[in-house]
């Protein structure tokens, strides 16, 4: 597929899934407890567990060398300064610089742009723009998935209350528009348009890249227009919530069917998520140009896969063949 | 698998996030609050699916019309006139806050801002702690 019937694809993918969601909650149709009970637990069970055997599965490959990327001065001699954050030497330059990364993005802050000027000089410049969208849209949505607690659990912790308000802080509109909803749509559209006006950037950029940024950005707008232009029942709400989650599955009567559209677009979300590049968020952790100490010339590392390897050592290939070496007037090491 | 250790630790912790409304609940569904609406009214000011999904927004429509351009007088869509005032109309017929508003925010975890200005009202149980408090001053 090309960019173009890849990104009209992937949104007519996502379209379908809503009309598939709204259609199947129709009241002729009546599907309220597959889209509201059996989809949502399918969806979390192919999550969790399709997690941890991916992680397993990383877990089982043999990294036999050690390759960190490294940016900064290797230890050496004393008199030179090492950089632990750059090029770490030890465990504690291995968490800090996975907690910069992990936490602030560090690598794609120091993002450059090649580009050619006058036709002949290469010219490199910082580009922030990837890393801003990139850690709004990742500290939006965590957000967001804490401020749902409210709908999970009773009694809801209090800072899933201090950070609503923190969030709600403006109190602009009523019911309040969180600043981390538009932050979130504005981020993800930026991730989404980046891929569609830089020529580059749609080159190389695939459904499975598109799909899930439609994906996303069709579970924001759907919990916005929920939230403040097509309210649903909050009290039904969470008695559905709190029934999956407590085992006790029930389907209130009276939920609109904006709902189970978000409801079937997170299912999906979340039931995609083991197989896509979603996975970057366990795997960041599990990246060996990352995650490993640039201590190959303090410590010695044995290839995981090494087996005993037969030998022959010169001393028993002489016991062989020493009367045949004299014979021949070739110099033994021992009479 | 290499560094077993540190795998099983980073899939413990996953698992523990991940199924944090699982395990928090306790297998318990709180059931939704029942709200003691206070009155034989048959209808609020509109009626009760508008009331449920925009008393926030009629309220916020209220106090700017109170507030901002002295408009006291509320037509409702069936006619009726209604004076705009919280503690005067809404409060007439849902007299126990504590048992009506409270009760489905703090269920959902919202916190309207009513109160920053008007004085909640005291209500039977508290009207005596209240007198103790005061005493006590």
């Known amino acids: 597929m090309n960019a173009w019937s890849s990104l009209f694809a992937s949104l007519f993918a996502v379209i379908g899934l809503v009309i598939i969601a709204l259609l199947g909650v129709a009241p002729a149709v009546g599907l309220g407890t597959l889209f509201g009970v059996v989809i949502p637990y399918v969806a979390i069970a192919v999550f969790v567990i399709g997690i941890v055997v991916r992680i397993l599965q990383w877990a089982k490959a043999p990294v036999p060398f050690r390759i960190p990327t490294t940016c900064g001065q290797a230890k050496s001699l004393p008199w030179i300064k090492a950089d632990n954050l750059e090029s770490p030497y030890n465990i504690w330059g291995v968490i800090g610089r996975m907690f910069l990364e992990v936490v602030l993005f560090r690598s794609l802050f120091r993002n450059t742009r090649a580009e050619v000027a006058d036709g002949a000089v290469v010219r490199y410049a910082s580009a922030k723009w990837l890393w801003l969208g990139g850690i709004l849209f990742h500290y939006s949505l965590l957000t967001i998935v804490v401020r749902h607690i409210r709908f999970f659990v009773e009694p809801i912790p209090s800072f899933v209350a201090l950070l609503s308000s923190a969030d709600g802080f403006f109190e602009i509109l009523v019911p309040t528009i969180f600043l981390t909803d538009i932050a979130f749509v504005l981020a993800a559209s930026y991730l989404f348009f980046r891929r569609v006006f830089i020529p580059h950037m749609r080159y190389i950029s695939l459904a499975n890249d598109y799909f899930p940024l439609f994906l996303i950005l069709g579970i924001g707008i759907t919990g916005i227009l929920m939230r403040n232009v097509w309210k649903v029942d909050l009290l039904a709400v969470k008695e559905l919530a709190m029934g999956l989650f407590s085992f006790h599955p029930t389907v209130p009567p009276g939920i609109g069917s904006i709902f189970f559209v978000h409801l079937f677009l997170v299912s999906v979300l979340l039931a995609y998520f083991p197989f896509s590049k979603l996975l970057h968020a366990p795997g960041v952790f599990l990246s060996p140009t990352r995650n490993m100490a640039n201590n190959n010339r303090m410590v010695r590392h044995i290839n995981p896969w090494n087996y005993p390897v037969k030998v022959h050592t010169y001393e028993e290939y002489e016991n062989d063949f020493r009367e045949k070496m004299k014979e021949a007037g070739i110099p033994v090491e021992k009479e | ?137």
Not at chain 2, 65 to 81: L, P
Not at chain 2, 93 to 101: D, L, M, S, W
Not at chain 2, 111 to 126: F, L, M, N, R
């Open chain 2, 1 to 137: 698998m290499y560094n077993s250790g540190k795998i099983i630790i980073g899939i413990i912790i996953f698992l523990v996030l991940a199924t944090f409304p699982f395990w928090f609940n306790r297998g318990v569904a709180q059931a939704p609050p029942k709200l003691e609406v206070g009155t034989q009214e048959k209808q609020c000011v509109e009626s009760t699916p508008f009331m449920k999904a925009n008393h926030m927004k009629l309220l916020v429509d209220w106090r700017d019309y109170v507030v901002r351009d002295g408009k006291r007088e509320y037509t409702s869509t069936t006619g009726k006139k209604f004076d705009m005032s919280l503690q005067n109309t809404c409060m007439k017929c849902h007299t126990q806050k504590t048992k009506f508003c409270d009760r489905c925010h703090d269920y959902v975890e919202v916190a309207p801002t009513c109160w920053d200005c008007h004085i909640a009202p005291v209500e039977p149980g508290q009207a005596q702690q209240a007198k103790a408090l005061r005493s006590s001053n």
